[in-house]
């Protein structure tokens, strides 16, 4: 008859500890890698937000706004970007939207046949049109603000805007996995680890 002969109490123990010293090693590098992540889609969706906003004002030949929104229908009083933000058509050249939800409206400068996100639209805030909306950072432990306290940005026909943005977005670790959002006067949007400068980016304690 042959003998099964299975794990030794010190061979179970040499293997348990050779998994925990591999736990030990790998996991701060697993939770890097799943905070970089989170760090890299939110700033990309911000900066998407952006960008359809200047391909909106270009397409439209209209001013198109970006502003931190609570409710998906109304720019904030403050300027806080961690609530989240909304970009829309302004056609009427404020912060004011007057029609939240894309519906048809005979409101304004048309007719109940005009369309709010299209070219036969209105003049008037009545005619304004959502296009984006963003509910807020996720973590919430994140923040994103804005170097030149930046309550709202918006791109004219052109697809420019009329003073340069930057925004930095922040975790919990700091300014050395932060990333930063700069739109340039011309509305060229550009994803950065630094400031134009080059110096380091900076968050608020």
């Given at each position: 008859?042959?003998?099964?002969?299975?794990?030794?109490?010190?061979?179970?123990?040499?293997?348990?500890?050779?998994?925990?010293?591999?736990?030990?090693?790998?996991?701060?590098?697993?939770?890097?890698?799943?905070?970089?992540?989170?760090?890299?889609?939110?700033?990309?969706?911000?900066?998407?937000?952006?960008?359809?906003?200047?391909?909106?004002?270009?397409?439209?030949?209209?001013?198109?706004?970006?502003?931190?929104?609570?409710?998906?229908?109304?720019?904030?009083?403050?300027?806080?970007?961690?609530?989240?933000?909304?970009?829309?058509?302004?056609?009427?050249?404020?912060?004011?939207?007057?029609?939240?939800?894309?519906?048809?409206?005979?409101?304004?400068?048309?007719?109940?046949?005009?369309?709010?996100?299209?070219?036969?639209?209105?003049?008037?805030?009545?005619?304004?049109?959502?296009?984006?909306?963003?509910?807020?950072?996720?973590?919430?432990?994140?923040?994103?603000?804005?170097?030149?306290?930046?309550?709202?940005?918006?791109?004219?026909?052109?697809?420019?805007?009329?003073?340069?943005?930057?925004?930095?977005?922040c975790d919990d670790r700091g300014a050395e996995s932060a990333r930063a959002v700069f739109v340039e006067?011309?509305?060229?949007?550009?994803?950065?680890?630094?400031?134009?400068?080059?110096?380091?980016?900076?968050?608020?304690?």
């Amino acid at each position: 008859m042959n003998a099964h002969r299975g794990f030794t109490i010190i061979e179970l123990m040499t293997v348990v500890a050779v998994m925990a010293l591999l736990v030990t090693i790998g996991l701060p590098n697993f939770q890097t890698m799943v905070a970089n992540n989170r760090v890299t889609s939110q700033v990309n969706l911000f900066s998407s937000s952006l960008q359809l906003a200047r391909s909106e004002a270009v397409k439209s030949n209209t001013r198109v706004v970006v502003c931190p929104s609570t409710t998906g229908t109304s720019c904030t009083a403050d300027v806080d970007w961690n609530v989240g933000w909304i970009s829309f058509i302004d056609r009427g050249d404020g912060t004011t939207i007057g029609t939240p939800n894309n519906q048809v409206n005979d409101n304004g400068g048309g007719n109940a046949s005009d369309d709010p996100c299209g070219a036969t639209a209105g003049d008037d805030a009545s005619d304004d049109c959502i296009l984006d909306y963003v509910s807020g950072l996720t973590p919430s432990t994140m923040t994103l603000e804005s170097d030149a306290s930046n309550d709202y940005v918006f791109f004219n026909g052109l697809g420019a805007i009329n003073e340069a943005a930057s925004f930095v977005l922040c975790d919990d670790r700091g300014a050395e996995s932060a990333r930063a959002v700069f739109v340039e006067n011309t509305g060229r949007v550009s994803i950065r680890t630094t400031k134009l400068n080059g110096n380091a980016l900076t968050c608020t304690p």
